[in-house]
């Protein structure tokens, strides 16, 4: 059974800095690449990063480039995504992502609120 847990979301100001983790069970970790997605309110589920099983290839959203990160440690079954420099537009729930099977499978998710 593949669980996703998402952690490190709060309350920062504009400007600030987060580092979000996603803990991984029941997959082949290294095997399979992952993902950042987060959806604002009123707004659509957006792809934020993406990384590779091994870590090798990322990309990111245009809106995040270049302050965003996503990393991963293959030994610790666990996705991250630094984030800096935030903006109040950064304000969401963001969520934790594989595709196995041909089945997505989703963490419950982490609120980032960006506000002073």
């Known amino acids: 059974q593949v669980q996703l847990v998402e952690s490190g979301g709060g309350l920062v100001q504009p400007g600030g800095s987060l580092r979000l983790s996603c803990a991984a069970s029941?997959?082949?970790?290294?095997?399979?690449?992952m993902g950042w997605y987060r959806q604002a309110p009123g707004k659509e589920r957006e792809l934020v990063a993406h990384?590779?099983?091994?870590?090798?290839?990322?990309n990111y959203a245009d809106s995040v480039k270049g302050r965003f990160t996503i990393s991963r440690d293959n030994a610790k079954n666990t996705v991250y995504l630094q984030m800096n420099s935030l903006k109040p537009e950064d304000t969401a729930v963001y969520y934790c992502?594989?595709?196995?099977?041909?089945?997505?499978?989703w963490g419950k998710g982490t609120l980032v609120t960006v506000s002073s």
């Open positions: 992502n594989t595709l196995r099977g041909g089945i997505h499978y």
């Open positions: 029941g997959i082949i970790f290294s095997i399979y690449a």
């Open positions: 990384i590779t099983g091994g870590g090798g290839s990322t």
